[in-house]
């Protein structure tokens, strides 16, 4: 789950992070090598790494899906996450498969707390995508919400694990360490 600024899989490109979908015009990147760029701390070139990344996730390689997912994406940007929820919904429905549907409406749950909700998604983010950080760094967020500050940790660790430059998973965990640390006084 990304929080502010996303036919059947074989298990080759569920564990990739590929989703199913006809072929589109713009060459497919490799998303293993820009997985691999994107966890170097020392990377300088991660935001253009991580557009690319997310770019990526975000085609489903049908138009006609991907129609319906910006329609879910501009209800999200719009702060409309019913509408976000229905047209995510949709998405589903037609790609299963279809990771980032999952995750967009895993956001739109959370924006209107219903957390079982949003948690259920990114279990099927995570299975579709088992790289995806914006879920992990959501799961981390519900959790931390949810008081369960051990499992938000892991959450976001896994999350920089990939993705180490995302400053708002860092803060989080910094803020958990705090709060173990007082909780420890």
């Known amino acids: 789950m990304c929080v502010g600024p996303y036919g059947a899989v074989s298990s080759a490109r ?3 992070g590929e989703h199913s979908g006809g072929q589109t ?23 253009r790494i991580e557009r690319q990344i997310l770019r990526y996730w975000a085609r489903s390689g049908s138009a006609a899906i991907d129609y319906l997912f910006g329609r879910g994406q501009a209800a999200l940007q719009a702060g409309q996450a019913e509408d976000a929820i229905a ?3 949709v998405v589903i429905d037609h790609d299963p498969d279809f990771a980032e549907a ?22 099927q983010v995570l299975i579709r995508n088992p790289r995806h950080f914006g879920a992990l760094a ?3 967020m ?17 999350s920089l ?20 640390a007082g909780a420890a006084l």
Not at 27 to 44: K, M, V
Not at 161 to 178: F, K
């Open 138 to 140: 959501g799961l981390g």
């Open 102 to 123: 999952w995750n967009g409406r895993a956001t739109a749950y959370f924006m209107v707390n219903r957390l079982g909700q949003s948690m259920s998604d990114i279990e």
């Open 25 to 47: 015009s713009d060459p497919s990147p490799d998303i293993d090598a820009l997985l691999r760029d994107l966890a170097r701390p020392d990377q300088e070139r991660w935001v």
């Open 161 to 180: 694990a990939i993705h180490p430059h995302q400053a708002s998973v860092i803060e989080a965990l910094a803020r958990l360490d705090l709060a173990t």
């Open 87 to 89: 047209h995510f919904s």
């Open 142 to 158: 519900i959790l931390e919400q949810l008081e369960r500050p051990e499992e938000a940790r892991e959450a976001f660790a896994a």
């Open 14 to 16: 569920a564990q990739t």
